[in-house]
T-cell receptor, first 116, second 113 residues
Framework: GAVVSQHPSWVICKSGTSVKIECRSL??????MFWYRQFPKQSLMLMAT?????????EQGVEKDKFLINHASLTLSTLTVTSAHPEDSSFYIC????????????FGPGTRLLVL | DQQVKQNSPSLSVQEGRISILNCDYT??????FLWYKKYPAEGPTFLIS?????DKNEDGRFTVFLNKSAKHLSLHIVPSQPGDSAVYFC????????????FGKGMKLTVNP
């Protein structure tokens, strides 16, 4: 079946540094990918829609200059958390829809970010 | 303002019995609904979906029912197995499951042997 990978799975960084998270679709192409964020015991909240070859679309309240998204190819989207602070600590998950299967999305395994 | 609500945070059932997970939504523009299963520190795994033009969709032990007039959907798992123990998320979309999803808060299902 379709697989979406994320790298890294875990990252710990110091406050003020930037962290890049990669999301890859492994056996299908994705012109669109979605980035979600989940706080403990909370729902997954959509942050932005990553579009291959164009700018990402951000949800209301999400700072586009802080969460930089680049969709460089049909199989790769990256999320960069710039100047990370402890409140950015969270679980970040990407997803990619595919029309080749039942209309749905496949999610990556997630990236746990801890900012000290 | 939560557009997709899973009002019960947890459910515990005995192995072999039916598990019924409920979900309510407020936005009548949603036209596609999905259920995902999630383990801690992992991404959600797709279970089953339903289009608003249907009222039932079945896949093995999983059946999703949609009541559009009540803006309510439910996931039935029969028979429940211990391996079904996980957090289940209900999600809704405006234009099909390939578009951005609005998730409920999730419900923790525990199936006891």
């Amino acid at each position: 079946g379709a697989v979406v990978s994320q790298h890294p799975s875990w990252v710990i960084c110091k406050s003020g540094t930037s962290v890049k998270i990669e999301c890859r679709s492994l056996d299908f192409q994705a012109t669109t990918m979605f980035w979600y964020r989940q706080f403990p015991k909370q729902s997954l909240m959509l942050m932005a829609t990553s579009n291959e070859g164009s700018k990402a679309t951000y949800e209301q309240g999400v700072e586009k200059d802080k969460f930089l998204i680049n969709h460089a190819s049909l199989t790769l989207s990256t999320l960069t958390v710039t100047s990370a602070h402890p409140e950015d600590s969270s679980f970040y998950i990407c997803s990619a829809p595919t029309q080749a299967y039942e209309e749905t999305q496949y999610f990556g395994p997630g990236t746990r970010l801890l900012v000290l | 303002d939560q557009q997709v609500k899973q009002n019960s945070p947890s459910l515990s059932v005995q192995e072999g019995r039916i598990s019924i997970l409920n979900c309510d939504y407020t936005n009548s523009m949603f036209d596609y609904f999905l259920w995902y299963k999630k383990y801690p520190a992992e991404g959600p795994t797709f279970l089953i979906s339903i289009s608003s033009i249907k009222d039932k969709n079945e896949d093995g032990r999983f059946t999703v029912f949609l009541n559009k007039s009540a803006k309510h959907l439910s996931l039935h798992i029969v028979p429940s197995q211990p391996g079904d123990s996980a957090v289940y998320f209900c999600a809704a979309a405006y234009q099909g499951g390939s578009e951005k999803l609005v998730f409920g808060k999730g419900m923790k299902l525990t199936v006891n042997p």
